[in-house]
T-cell receptor
Framework: EPEVTQTPSHQVTQMGQEVILRCVPISNHLYFYWYRQILGQKVEFLVSFYNNEISEKSEIFDDQFSVERPDGSNFTLKIRSTKLEDSAMYFCASSLQGPNTGELFFGEGSRLTVL | GNSVTQMEGPVTLSEEAFLTINCTYT??????LFWYVQYPGEGLQLLLKATKADDKGSNKGFEATYRKETTSFHLEKGSVQVSDSAVYFCALSTSGNTPLVFGKGTRLSVIA
């Protein structure tokens, strides 16, 4: 069964360092998402991507964050200069249809720890 | 804005017990409602959904009814199994391509 894969599963970094989280969505899906969950808190929407551009983004997704689909298969989230409060589990998801009508398929998550 | 409130966990039940996980929502517009489940070591996956008032979503013995009058979408199962141990997330999305909004999740542990 096709699945969304994410790497790395866990990354530890120093504050101020750049981090890239990678995702391979399901191959025929058209919509791509990043969510995050700080420990004990809600799963929060960061950004959605459709037709090679950002379609929605939240207030969390400020200038420190960027997304890219560099080669038609990978979907990356970059954090330019990490802060302590960026420590969270980051989930990538993809869907064939938009979120209101379609089913989102999530990866297992990448745990980011910022020291 | 849109938000989802779930009952706090963790919830610990014996096998074959009845499960209810409460979920209430606030939304601008007319939302679709979802329950997602995350088994240990896996990503979130859709468990069931309902797109209009009084619809009942069901899957794997779980069910939830979209109650517009009480803005609720409580998850129920008549007889839980150890394999149901997971984290359950209530979520909503309103019309168009507005992103899914999730609750905090409720951890369920079922003991034999």
């Amino acid at each position: 069964e096709p699945e969304v894969t994410q790497t790395p599963s866990h990354q530890v970094t120093q504050m101020g360092q750049e981090v890239i989280l990678r995702c391979v969505p399901i191959s025929n899906h058209l919509y791509f998402y990043w969510y995050r969950q700080i420990l004990g808190q809600k799963v929060e929407f960061l950004v959605s991507f459709y037709n090679n551009e950002i379609s929605e983004k939240s207030e969390i997704f400020d200038d420190q964050f960027s997304v890219e689909r560099p080669d038609g298969s990978n979907f990356t989230l970059k954090i330019r200069s990490t802060k302590l409060e960026d420590s969270a589990m980051y989930f990538c998801a993809s869907s064939l249809q938009g979120p209101n009508t379609g089913e989102l398929f999530f990866g297992e998550g990448s745990r980011l720890t910022v020291l | 804005g849109n938000s989802v409130t779930q009952m706090e966990g963790p919830v610990t039940l014996s096998e074959e017990a009845f499960l209810t996980i409460n979920c209430t929502y606030t939304a601008t517009g007319y939302p679709s409602l979802f329950w997602y489940v995350q088994y240990p070591g896996e990503g979130l996956q859709l468990l069931l959904k309902a797109t209009k008032a009084d619809d009942k979503g069901s899957n794997k013995g779980f069910e939830a009814t979209y109650r517009k009058e009480t803005t609720s979408f409580h998850l129920e199962k008549g007889s839980v199994q150890v394999s149901d141990s997971a984290v359950y997330f209530c979520a909503l999305s309103t019309s168009g391509n507005t992103p899914l909004v999730f609750g905090k999740g409720t951890r369920l542990s079922v003991i034999a």
